[in-house]
């Protein structure tokens, strides 16, 4: 079973920062890229930033130059670094990760978190 979990968020007044934190553990062998997505009432999810196993890096349009993701592979953790918040970021934001669980088998599925709650006021 493989379980991720994030962490960070919650209510920042615009112009603020938070610091999102995701944590894949359980059965795991290899966790290949990991993402951010963020989803409002009505509308699809949609990505936010997304990094490789080997760090190569892709921003939405829309928060290029304030959002920065990073991933720490020892310990199988994403992170999104949230700068300059403006109310229309305000989502529930969501980890995604591609991981392998058996190394005798080349099987890669998408797990997703419960997704945390951020809220930006004007």
């Known amino acids: 079973q493989v379980q991720l979990v994030e962490t960070g968020g919650g209510l920042v007044q615009a112009g603020g920062s938070l610091r999102l934190s995701c944590a894949a553990s359980?059965?795991?062998?290899?966790?290949?890229?990991m993402g951010w997505y963020r989803q409002t009432p009505g509308k699809q999810r949609e990505v936010v930033a997304s990094?490789?196993?080997?760090?190569?890096?892709n921003y939405a349009d829309f928060v290029k130059g304030r959002f920065t993701i990073s991933r720490d592979n020892a310990k199988n953790m994403a992170f999104l670094q949230m700068n300059s918040l403006k109310p229309e970021d305000t989502a529930v934001y969501y980890c995604?990760?591609?991981?392998?669980?058996?190394?005798?088998?080349?099987?890669?599925?998408?797990?997703w978190g419960q997704g945390t709650q951020v809220t930006v006021s004007s």
């Open positions: 995604n990760a591609r991981i392998r669980r058996n190394p005798l088998q080349p099987r890669w599925d998408d797990y």
């Open positions: 359980g059965s795991i062998f290899s966790v290949s890229g």
């Open positions: 990094i490789t196993l080997g760090g190569i890096k």
